[in-house]
Protein backbone atom coordinates (compact mmCIF):
# COMPACT_ATOMS: atom_id res chain seq x y z
CA UNK A 1 0.00 0.00 0.00
CA UNK A 2 1.14 3.62 -1.37
CA UNK A 3 1.94 5.67 2.49
CA UNK A 4 2.56 9.55 2.24
CA UNK A 5 2.68 12.03 4.62
CA UNK A 6 0.08 14.09 3.31
CA UNK A 7 -3.10 12.85 1.04
CA UNK A 8 -4.97 16.08 -0.55
CA UNK A 9 -8.11 14.88 -1.72
CA UNK A 10 -9.20 16.75 -5.01
CA UNK A 11 -7.11 19.42 -6.78
CA UNK A 12 -8.62 22.22 -7.58
CA UNK A 13 -6.90 25.87 -6.41
CA UNK A 14 -7.33 24.74 -2.42
CA UNK A 15 -5.70 21.17 -2.31
CA UNK A 16 -2.99 21.41 -5.76
CA UNK A 17 -1.71 24.65 -3.89
CA UNK A 18 -1.83 22.73 -0.74
CA UNK A 19 0.07 19.68 -2.21
CA UNK A 20 3.06 22.16 -3.57
CA UNK A 21 3.43 23.49 -0.45
CA UNK A 22 3.68 20.24 1.34
CA UNK A 23 6.49 19.32 -0.77
CA UNK A 24 8.12 22.40 -0.52
CA UNK A 25 8.21 21.45 3.35
CA UNK A 26 9.38 18.25 2.54
CA UNK A 27 6.58 15.99 2.94
CA UNK A 28 5.77 13.29 0.68
CA UNK A 29 2.36 14.37 -0.82
CA UNK A 30 0.09 12.18 -2.49
CA UNK A 31 -2.95 13.81 -4.55
CA UNK A 32 -6.55 12.16 -5.57
CA UNK A 33 -8.45 13.76 -8.23
CA UNK A 34 -11.63 12.29 -9.83
CA UNK A 35 -11.48 14.18 -13.15
CA UNK A 36 -9.24 13.93 -15.34
CA UNK A 37 -7.92 17.22 -15.57
CA UNK A 38 -6.59 19.13 -12.87
CA UNK A 39 -7.45 22.15 -11.27
CA UNK A 40 -10.97 21.49 -9.81
CA UNK A 41 -14.10 23.50 -11.03
CA UNK A 42 -11.81 26.96 -11.27
CA UNK A 43 -9.62 26.25 -13.57
CA UNK A 44 -11.80 23.67 -15.56
CA UNK A 45 -15.42 24.91 -15.22
CA UNK A 46 -15.28 27.70 -12.98
CA UNK A 47 -12.62 31.22 -12.85
CA UNK A 48 -10.51 30.34 -16.25
CA UNK A 49 -13.53 29.26 -18.74
CA UNK A 50 -15.41 32.48 -17.30
CA UNK A 51 -12.90 34.76 -18.00
CA UNK A 52 -11.79 33.40 -21.08
CA UNK A 53 -15.25 33.78 -22.59
CA UNK A 54 -15.46 37.39 -20.43
CA UNK A 55 -12.31 38.96 -22.37
CA UNK A 56 -13.47 37.93 -25.86
CA UNK A 57 -17.25 38.98 -25.57
CA UNK A 58 -16.05 42.34 -24.06
CA UNK A 59 -14.13 42.71 -27.28
CA UNK A 60 -16.69 41.74 -29.42
CA UNK A 61 -19.05 44.38 -27.71
CA UNK A 62 -16.28 46.88 -28.10
CA UNK A 63 -15.07 46.34 -31.86
CA UNK A 64 -19.13 46.63 -32.01
CA UNK A 65 -20.06 49.74 -29.80
CA UNK A 66 -16.50 50.79 -28.52
CA UNK A 67 -14.45 51.95 -31.37
CA UNK A 68 -16.21 54.72 -32.88
CA UNK A 69 -15.10 57.33 -30.35
CA UNK A 70 -11.14 56.54 -30.80
CA UNK A 71 -11.84 57.25 -34.40
CA UNK A 72 -11.50 53.64 -35.22
CA UNK A 73 -14.09 51.90 -38.02
CA UNK A 74 -14.64 48.67 -38.25
CA UNK A 75 -16.41 47.33 -40.99
CA UNK A 76 -19.12 44.33 -40.08
CA UNK A 77 -18.24 42.34 -37.26
CA UNK A 78 -18.80 39.21 -36.76
CA UNK A 79 -19.25 36.64 -34.61
CA UNK A 80 -17.78 32.76 -34.86
CA UNK A 81 -19.20 31.66 -31.58
CA UNK A 82 -17.37 28.61 -31.87
CA UNK A 83 -13.41 29.85 -32.46
CA UNK A 84 -14.58 31.68 -29.32
CA UNK A 85 -15.32 28.41 -27.68
CA UNK A 86 -12.06 26.87 -29.29
CA UNK A 87 -10.23 29.03 -27.51
CA UNK A 88 -11.66 29.34 -24.55
CA UNK A 89 -10.74 25.48 -24.07
CA UNK A 90 -7.34 26.20 -25.08
CA UNK A 91 -7.20 28.35 -22.31
CA UNK A 92 -8.47 26.02 -20.00
CA UNK A 93 -6.23 23.00 -20.82
CA UNK A 94 -2.84 25.18 -20.77
CA UNK A 95 -3.85 26.04 -16.82
CA UNK A 96 -5.03 22.10 -16.39
CA UNK A 97 -1.69 21.15 -18.41
CA UNK A 98 0.34 23.83 -16.07
CA UNK A 99 -1.33 22.10 -12.68
CA UNK A 100 -0.50 18.61 -13.81
CA UNK A 101 3.21 20.20 -14.79
CA UNK A 102 3.32 21.55 -10.88
CA UNK A 103 2.44 18.09 -9.49
CA UNK A 104 5.47 16.62 -11.70
CA UNK A 105 8.03 19.30 -10.87
CA UNK A 106 7.37 19.37 -6.96
CA UNK A 107 7.55 15.44 -6.71
CA UNK A 108 3.69 15.53 -6.13
CA UNK A 109 1.93 11.60 -6.15
CA UNK A 110 -0.97 11.99 -8.71
CA UNK A 111 -3.64 8.86 -8.18
CA UNK A 112 -6.47 9.39 -10.36
CA UNK A 113 -10.52 8.03 -9.40
CA UNK A 114 -12.66 8.88 -6.67
CA UNK A 115 -11.35 9.01 -3.03
CA UNK A 116 -13.22 7.65 0.11
CA UNK A 117 -11.69 7.72 3.48
CA UNK A 118 -11.85 4.13 5.04
CA UNK A 119 -10.51 4.65 8.15
CA UNK A 120 -7.96 6.80 10.20
CA UNK A 121 -5.24 7.60 8.02
CA UNK A 122 -6.10 5.33 5.10
CA UNK A 123 -8.27 6.54 1.71
CA UNK A 124 -9.52 4.47 -1.02
CA UNK A 125 -8.85 5.65 -4.65
CA UNK A 126 -11.76 3.82 -6.82
CA UNK A 127 -10.44 4.32 -10.39
CA UNK A 128 -13.01 5.05 -13.33
CA UNK A 129 -14.16 1.37 -13.60
CA UNK A 130 -15.42 1.64 -9.89
CA UNK A 131 -15.94 -1.55 -8.02
CA UNK A 132 -13.18 -3.03 -5.77
CA UNK A 133 -10.79 -4.66 -8.86
CA UNK A 134 -9.98 -0.93 -9.69
CA UNK A 135 -9.53 0.28 -6.00
CA UNK A 136 -6.38 1.40 -4.40
CA UNK A 137 -5.56 1.78 -0.98
CA UNK A 138 -3.25 4.44 0.41
CA UNK A 139 -2.03 5.37 4.04
CA UNK A 140 -1.20 8.43 5.47
CA UNK A 141 -0.86 10.43 8.63
CA UNK A 142 -2.45 13.47 7.17
CA UNK A 143 -5.55 13.53 5.22
CA UNK A 144 -6.80 17.17 4.06
CA UNK A 145 -10.39 17.37 2.49
CA UNK A 146 -10.34 19.91 -0.49
CA UNK A 147 -13.35 18.41 -2.48
CA UNK A 148 -15.23 22.01 -3.04
CA UNK A 149 -18.29 22.64 -3.79
CA UNK A 150 -21.48 21.91 -6.26
CA UNK A 151 -24.06 23.96 -7.86
CA UNK A 152 -27.20 24.49 -5.35
CA UNK A 153 -30.62 23.45 -6.78
CA UNK A 154 -33.40 25.23 -6.29
CA UNK A 155 -36.58 22.44 -5.33
CA UNK A 156 -39.17 22.36 -8.81
CA UNK A 157 -35.64 23.69 -10.88
CA UNK A 158 -34.07 20.58 -12.78
CA UNK A 159 -30.72 21.19 -14.39
CA UNK A 160 -31.17 19.30 -17.98
CA UNK A 161 -27.19 20.92 -18.97
CA UNK A 162 -29.60 22.30 -22.37
CA UNK A 163 -32.67 24.37 -21.92
CA UNK A 164 -31.70 24.61 -18.30
CA UNK A 165 -28.01 24.88 -17.18
CA UNK A 166 -25.67 25.68 -14.40
CA UNK A 167 -22.29 27.85 -15.24
CA UNK A 168 -20.50 24.47 -16.64
CA UNK A 169 -23.54 24.56 -19.07
CA UNK A 170 -23.46 28.25 -19.65
CA UNK A 171 -19.77 28.18 -20.46
CA UNK A 172 -20.41 25.93 -23.29
CA UNK A 173 -23.64 26.81 -25.24
CA UNK A 174 -23.41 26.43 -28.97
CA UNK A 175 -25.58 28.95 -30.25
CA UNK A 176 -26.33 32.47 -28.45
CA UNK A 177 -29.60 32.31 -26.78
CA UNK A 178 -32.10 34.19 -27.94
CA UNK A 179 -33.73 35.16 -24.50
CA UNK A 180 -31.78 33.85 -21.52
CA UNK A 181 -33.13 33.71 -17.71
CA UNK A 182 -30.38 34.35 -15.20
CA UNK A 183 -31.83 33.20 -11.60
CA UNK A 184 -29.38 34.91 -8.88
CA UNK A 185 -27.93 37.94 -9.24
CA UNK A 186 -24.92 37.41 -7.66
CA UNK A 187 -20.92 36.53 -9.33
CA UNK A 188 -22.31 33.94 -11.52
CA UNK A 189 -25.47 35.32 -12.83
CA UNK A 190 -23.95 38.70 -13.33
CA UNK A 191 -20.48 37.11 -15.34
CA UNK A 192 -22.06 34.85 -17.44
CA UNK A 193 -24.93 37.02 -18.07
CA UNK A 194 -22.86 40.01 -19.04
CA UNK A 195 -21.40 37.43 -21.46
CA UNK A 196 -24.34 35.97 -23.34
CA UNK A 197 -25.54 39.85 -23.29
CA UNK A 198 -22.48 40.94 -24.95
CA UNK A 199 -23.00 38.79 -27.78
CA UNK A 200 -26.48 39.13 -28.29
CA UNK A 201 -28.81 37.59 -25.95
CA UNK A 202 -31.73 39.26 -24.46
CA UNK A 203 -31.00 38.14 -20.54
CA UNK A 204 -33.22 38.95 -17.37
CA UNK A 205 -32.04 38.39 -14.27
CA UNK A 206 -34.31 37.14 -11.77
CA UNK A 207 -33.54 37.85 -8.43
CA UNK A 208 -34.91 37.15 -5.00
CA UNK A 209 -33.39 39.73 -3.16
CA UNK A 210 -34.40 43.56 -3.25
CA UNK A 211 -31.09 44.34 -4.36
CA UNK A 212 -27.77 42.64 -6.52
CA UNK A 213 -24.66 41.08 -5.57
CA UNK A 214 -25.64 40.48 -1.69
CA UNK A 215 -22.71 41.25 0.55
CA UNK A 216 -21.27 43.74 -1.56
CA UNK A 217 -21.22 47.43 -0.20
CA UNK A 218 -24.95 48.39 -1.18
CA UNK A 219 -23.70 51.99 -2.64
CA UNK A 220 -21.57 49.91 -5.33
CA UNK A 221 -24.27 46.94 -6.17
CA UNK A 222 -26.51 49.85 -6.83
CA UNK A 223 -24.54 51.44 -9.52
CA UNK A 224 -23.50 48.45 -10.67
CA UNK A 225 -27.13 47.40 -11.60
CA UNK A 226 -27.79 50.75 -13.15
CA UNK A 227 -24.63 50.13 -15.67
CA UNK A 228 -25.81 46.83 -16.45
CA UNK A 229 -28.88 47.93 -16.79
CA UNK A 230 -27.88 50.66 -19.14
CA UNK A 231 -25.67 47.44 -21.21
CA UNK A 232 -29.39 45.88 -22.00
CA UNK A 233 -29.89 43.47 -18.90
CA UNK A 234 -33.28 43.56 -17.83
CA UNK A 235 -33.50 43.51 -13.65
CA UNK A 236 -36.29 41.82 -11.73
CA UNK A 237 -36.02 42.30 -8.25
CA UNK A 238 -37.68 41.13 -5.16
CA UNK A 239 -38.48 37.82 -7.74
CA UNK A 240 -38.65 34.27 -6.04
CA UNK A 241 -38.29 31.83 -8.63
CA UNK A 242 -40.42 28.62 -7.47
CA UNK A 243 -40.24 26.32 -10.65
CA UNK A 244 -38.99 25.76 -14.27
CA UNK A 245 -41.10 23.87 -17.07
CA UNK A 246 -39.51 22.84 -20.00
CA UNK A 247 -42.30 22.61 -23.00
CA UNK A 248 -41.42 21.91 -26.54
CA UNK A 249 -39.07 19.41 -28.47
CA UNK A 250 -36.26 19.43 -30.24
CA UNK A 251 -34.60 22.73 -31.15
CA UNK A 252 -37.94 24.08 -30.22
CA UNK A 253 -37.54 23.54 -26.44
CA UNK A 254 -38.38 26.63 -23.92
CA UNK A 255 -38.53 26.97 -20.52
CA UNK A 256 -41.00 28.54 -18.29
CA UNK A 257 -40.22 30.27 -15.14
CA UNK A 258 -42.67 30.21 -12.26
CA UNK A 259 -42.03 33.53 -10.31
CA UNK A 260 -43.84 33.32 -6.53
CA UNK A 261 -46.63 36.18 -7.01
CA UNK A 262 -46.05 37.14 -10.78
CA UNK A 263 -46.81 36.30 -13.82
CA UNK A 264 -44.16 33.31 -15.57
CA UNK A 265 -41.18 34.09 -18.07
CA UNK A 266 -40.46 32.22 -20.97
CA UNK A 267 -37.20 31.81 -22.21
CA UNK A 268 -34.86 29.71 -24.81
CA UNK A 269 -32.15 29.27 -22.03
CA UNK A 270 -32.20 29.90 -17.89
CA UNK A 271 -29.18 29.72 -16.40
CA UNK A 272 -29.39 28.65 -12.56
CA UNK A 273 -26.71 30.48 -10.38
CA UNK A 274 -28.36 30.31 -6.57
CA UNK A 275 -24.81 30.00 -4.61
CA UNK A 276 -22.58 26.56 -3.87
CA UNK A 277 -23.10 24.06 -1.80
CA UNK A 278 -20.25 22.19 -0.18
CA UNK A 279 -19.09 18.24 -1.55
CA UNK A 280 -19.70 16.26 1.50
CA UNK A 281 -21.23 13.71 0.34
CA UNK A 282 -19.94 9.89 -0.54
CA UNK A 283 -16.58 10.86 1.34
CA UNK A 284 -17.24 8.45 4.36
CA UNK A 285 -16.62 11.32 6.69
CA UNK A 286 -18.98 9.76 8.92
CA UNK A 287 -17.18 6.98 9.28
CA UNK A 288 -14.12 8.70 10.95
CA UNK A 289 -15.79 11.20 13.22
CA UNK A 290 -15.56 14.54 10.79
CA UNK A 291 -18.16 15.97 11.70
CA UNK A 292 -20.52 18.64 9.64
CA UNK A 293 -21.82 22.40 10.87
CA UNK A 294 -25.63 23.39 10.40
CA UNK A 295 -25.04 24.09 6.78
CA UNK A 296 -23.44 21.03 5.85
CA UNK A 297 -19.54 22.55 6.01
CA UNK A 298 -17.14 20.33 7.55
CA UNK A 299 -16.22 21.87 10.93
CA UNK A 300 -12.82 22.80 11.28
CA UNK A 301 -10.73 24.97 14.31
CA UNK A 302 -7.77 27.75 13.91
CA UNK A 303 -5.85 24.90 12.31
CA UNK A 304 -7.83 23.74 10.06
CA UNK A 305 -8.05 19.85 11.82
CA UNK A 306 -11.77 18.76 12.04
CA UNK A 307 -13.16 16.78 14.40
CA UNK A 308 -11.72 13.56 13.24
CA UNK A 309 -7.76 13.28 14.50
CA UNK A 310 -5.21 13.19 11.17
CA UNK A 311 -8.03 14.94 9.06
CA UNK A 312 -8.11 18.65 7.47
CA UNK A 313 -10.04 20.66 5.51
CA UNK A 314 -9.87 23.81 3.55
CA UNK A 315 -11.85 26.04 0.92
CA UNK A 316 -15.27 25.69 -0.47
CA UNK A 317 -15.98 22.46 2.01
CA UNK A 318 -15.44 24.81 5.34
CA UNK A 319 -17.09 28.54 6.39
CA UNK A 320 -15.87 31.36 4.82
CA UNK A 321 -16.30 33.00 1.29
CA UNK A 322 -16.32 30.60 -1.65
CA UNK A 323 -13.69 31.64 -3.77
CA UNK A 324 -9.96 30.12 -5.26
CA UNK A 325 -7.97 32.41 -3.65
CA UNK A 326 -9.63 31.82 0.07
CA UNK A 327 -9.10 27.74 -0.72
CA UNK A 328 -5.87 28.43 -2.16
CA UNK A 329 -4.61 30.46 1.35
CA UNK A 330 -6.37 27.77 3.46
CA UNK A 331 -4.42 25.31 1.81
CA UNK A 332 -1.13 26.80 2.22
CA UNK A 333 -2.05 27.39 6.13
CA UNK A 334 -2.96 24.35 6.66
CA UNK A 335 -0.08 22.29 5.82
CA UNK A 336 2.52 24.59 6.95
CA UNK A 337 0.64 24.10 10.36
CA UNK A 338 0.58 20.68 10.04
CA UNK A 339 4.49 20.91 9.48
CA UNK A 340 5.83 23.99 10.97
CA UNK A 341 2.86 24.85 13.84
CA UNK A 342 2.27 28.34 12.17
CA UNK A 343 -0.29 29.73 9.25
CA UNK A 344 -2.90 31.95 9.38
CA UNK A 345 -5.52 33.37 7.28
CA UNK A 346 -7.11 36.49 7.72
CA UNK A 347 -10.53 36.20 6.51
CA UNK A 348 -11.40 39.78 7.23
CA UNK A 349 -9.26 40.71 4.15
CA UNK A 350 -10.54 38.17 1.48
CA UNK A 351 -10.67 40.34 -1.79
CA UNK A 352 -14.20 39.52 -3.98
CA UNK A 353 -14.17 40.39 -7.33
CA UNK A 354 -16.65 40.33 -10.01
CA UNK A 355 -15.06 40.52 -13.17
CA UNK A 356 -17.99 42.09 -15.25
CA UNK A 357 -17.34 45.77 -17.77
CA UNK A 358 -16.65 47.66 -15.71
CA UNK A 359 -15.21 45.17 -12.66
CA UNK A 360 -16.47 45.34 -9.24
CA UNK A 361 -14.10 44.69 -6.58
CA UNK A 362 -14.27 44.84 -2.36
CA UNK A 363 -12.04 44.24 0.68
CA UNK A 364 -13.02 44.65 3.98
CA UNK A 365 -16.08 46.17 5.85
CA UNK A 366 -18.90 47.15 3.47
CA UNK A 367 -20.90 50.52 5.01
CA UNK A 368 -23.71 48.87 5.91
CA UNK A 369 -21.45 46.48 8.25
CA UNK A 370 -19.65 49.25 10.00
CA UNK A 371 -23.49 51.41 10.98
CA UNK A 372 -24.62 47.73 12.17
CA UNK A 373 -21.87 48.07 14.16
CA UNK A 374 -21.93 51.11 15.25
CA UNK A 375 -18.25 51.60 14.11
CA UNK A 376 -17.41 55.58 13.83
CA UNK A 377 -16.57 56.02 10.15
CA UNK A 378 -14.90 58.21 7.44
CA UNK A 379 -15.62 57.44 3.63
CA UNK A 380 -13.78 58.98 1.00
CA UNK A 381 -14.94 58.90 -2.39
CA UNK A 382 -13.59 59.33 -6.22
CA UNK A 383 -14.56 58.63 -9.55
CA UNK A 384 -13.57 57.73 -12.81
CA UNK A 385 -14.83 60.50 -14.43
CA UNK A 386 -12.28 63.19 -12.71
CA UNK A 387 -9.02 60.93 -13.73
CA UNK A 388 -6.55 61.79 -16.42
CA UNK A 389 -6.16 58.39 -17.25
CA UNK A 390 -9.59 57.13 -17.37
CA UNK A 391 -10.86 59.69 -19.65
CA UNK A 392 -7.83 58.75 -21.95
CA UNK A 393 -9.13 55.54 -22.26
CA UNK A 394 -12.49 56.53 -22.42
CA UNK A 395 -13.51 54.68 -19.33
CA UNK A 396 -15.33 57.01 -17.08
CA UNK A 397 -17.59 55.07 -15.15
CA UNK A 398 -17.62 53.98 -11.57
CA UNK A 399 -15.76 55.06 -8.24
CA UNK A 400 -13.39 54.17 -5.59
CA UNK A 401 -14.99 54.22 -2.03
CA UNK A 402 -12.95 54.13 1.00
CA UNK A 403 -13.59 53.68 4.44
CA UNK A 404 -11.82 54.89 7.60
CA UNK A 405 -11.98 54.65 11.33
CA UNK A 406 -13.33 57.77 12.51
CA UNK A 407 -10.99 58.18 15.55
CA UNK A 408 -7.54 56.24 14.00
CA UNK A 409 -7.77 56.71 10.47
CA UNK A 410 -7.20 53.05 9.77
CA UNK A 411 -8.70 51.11 6.39
CA UNK A 412 -11.68 49.60 7.31
CA UNK A 413 -13.04 49.23 3.67
CA UNK A 414 -12.33 49.62 -0.05
CA UNK A 415 -14.88 49.21 -2.19
CA UNK A 416 -14.45 49.96 -6.32
CA UNK A 417 -16.38 49.52 -9.13
CA UNK A 418 -15.04 50.67 -12.58
CA UNK A 419 -12.01 49.11 -15.06
CA UNK A 420 -9.64 47.22 -14.01
CA UNK A 421 -10.99 47.45 -10.28
CA UNK A 422 -9.77 43.89 -9.87
CA UNK A 423 -6.02 45.16 -10.05
CA UNK A 424 -6.42 48.43 -8.25
CA UNK A 425 -7.78 46.58 -4.76
CA UNK A 426 -4.54 44.77 -4.92
CA UNK A 427 -3.16 48.21 -3.26
CA UNK A 428 -6.26 48.67 -0.38
CA UNK A 429 -5.58 44.64 0.43
CA UNK A 430 -2.21 44.87 0.88
CA UNK A 431 -2.47 48.30 2.65
CA UNK A 432 -4.98 47.12 4.71
CA UNK A 433 -2.96 43.76 5.10
CA UNK A 434 -0.27 46.03 6.88
CA UNK A 435 -2.86 48.10 8.87
CA UNK A 436 -2.76 51.24 6.64
CA UNK A 437 -4.65 54.67 7.27
CA UNK A 438 -6.29 56.49 4.60
CA UNK A 439 -3.46 59.29 4.81
CA UNK A 440 -0.82 56.39 4.72
CA UNK A 441 -2.31 55.37 1.23
CA UNK A 442 -2.89 59.19 0.35
CA UNK A 443 0.53 60.39 1.14
CA UNK A 444 2.28 57.07 -1.63
CA UNK A 445 3.49 57.93 -4.20
CA UNK A 446 1.12 57.33 -7.01
CA UNK A 447 2.19 57.37 -11.04
CA UNK A 448 0.65 59.36 -13.36
CA UNK A 449 -1.03 59.21 -15.28
CA UNK A 450 -2.62 55.73 -13.86
CA UNK A 451 -5.81 54.44 -12.69
CA UNK A 452 -4.43 54.07 -8.88
CA UNK A 453 -4.46 57.59 -9.12
CA UNK A 454 -8.31 57.23 -8.33
CA UNK A 455 -7.02 55.19 -5.01
CA UNK A 456 -5.42 57.58 -3.65
CA UNK A 457 -7.55 60.39 -3.95
CA UNK A 458 -10.48 58.63 -2.90
CA UNK A 459 -7.80 58.42 0.55
CA UNK A 460 -7.36 62.27 0.20
CA UNK A 461 -11.16 62.40 0.20
CA UNK A 462 -11.42 60.64 3.38
CA UNK A 463 -9.14 62.71 5.10
CA UNK A 464 -11.02 65.79 4.19
CA UNK A 465 -9.86 67.02 0.32
CA UNK A 466 -9.43 65.31 -2.89
CA UNK A 467 -6.70 67.30 -4.95
CA UNK A 468 -8.17 66.94 -8.33
CA UNK A 469 -12.40 67.42 -7.61
P1 LIG B 1 -24.12 34.00 -5.09
O1 LIG B 1 -24.30 33.56 -3.70
O2 LIG B 1 -23.08 34.98 -5.45
O3 LIG B 1 -25.51 34.61 -5.64
C1 LIG B 1 -26.71 33.85 -5.67
C2 LIG B 1 -27.90 34.79 -5.81
O4 LIG B 1 -29.09 34.02 -6.03
C3 LIG B 1 -28.15 35.63 -4.57
O5 LIG B 1 -28.26 36.98 -4.96
C4 LIG B 1 -29.47 35.08 -4.03
O6 LIG B 1 -30.23 36.05 -3.36
C5 LIG B 1 -30.17 34.60 -5.32
N1 LIG B 1 -31.26 33.63 -5.12
C6 LIG B 1 -31.27 32.60 -4.25
N2 LIG B 1 -32.46 31.91 -4.37
C7 LIG B 1 -33.18 32.50 -5.35
C8 LIG B 1 -34.47 32.25 -5.95
N3 LIG B 1 -35.26 31.24 -5.55
N4 LIG B 1 -34.92 33.08 -6.94
C9 LIG B 1 -34.11 34.11 -7.36
N5 LIG B 1 -32.90 34.38 -6.81
C10 LIG B 1 -32.42 33.60 -5.83
O7 LIG B 1 -23.96 32.65 -5.92
P2 LIG B 1 -23.43 32.34 -7.39
O8 LIG B 1 -23.48 33.55 -8.26
O9 LIG B 1 -24.18 31.14 -7.82
O10 LIG B 1 -21.93 31.98 -7.15
C11 LIG B 1 -21.60 30.82 -6.38
C12 LIG B 1 -20.27 30.97 -5.71
O11 LIG B 1 -19.24 30.98 -6.66
C13 LIG B 1 -20.20 32.22 -4.90
O12 LIG B 1 -19.88 31.85 -3.58
C14 LIG B 1 -19.09 33.02 -5.50
O13 LIG B 1 -18.27 33.52 -4.49
C15 LIG B 1 -18.33 32.03 -6.38
N6 LIG B 1 -17.94 32.68 -7.62
C16 LIG B 1 -16.97 33.64 -7.60
C17 LIG B 1 -16.61 34.30 -8.75
C18 LIG B 1 -15.56 35.35 -8.69
O14 LIG B 1 -14.79 35.36 -7.75
N7 LIG B 1 -15.50 36.26 -9.64
C19 LIG B 1 -17.24 34.01 -10.04
C20 LIG B 1 -18.24 32.99 -9.94
C21 LIG B 1 -18.55 32.37 -8.77
Redesign the pocket.
Known amino acids: MPEHDLIVIGAGPGGYVAAIRAAQLGLNVGIVEKEAALGGTCVRV??IP?KALLESSERYAEAKHGLDVHGIQLGEVGLDLAAMMERKDAVVKANTDGVAFLMKKNGVTRYAGTARITGPGTVVVHGQEGGDDDAQELAAEHVLIATGSK??T?PGVEIDGEVVVD?TGALAFDQVPGHLVV???????L?LGSVWQRLGAEVTV????DR???GMDAEIAKEAQKTFAKQGMTFRLG????GVQVKGRGKKKRAVIQVEGEEPVEADRVLL????TPNTADLGLDDVGVELDERGRIKVDEAFRTTAKGFYAIGDVIAG????HKAEEDGVAAVERIVTGAGHVDYGLVP????TEPEIATVGKTEEALKEEGVPYVKGVFPYQANGRARAMDRTGGKVKILAHADTDRLLGVHIIGAHAGDLIAEAVTAMTFGASAEDVARTVHAHPTLSEIVKEAALAAGGASLHI
Open positions: GCSVALSIGAGYIGELEYLVLPSKVTAVGRPMLAGIVY
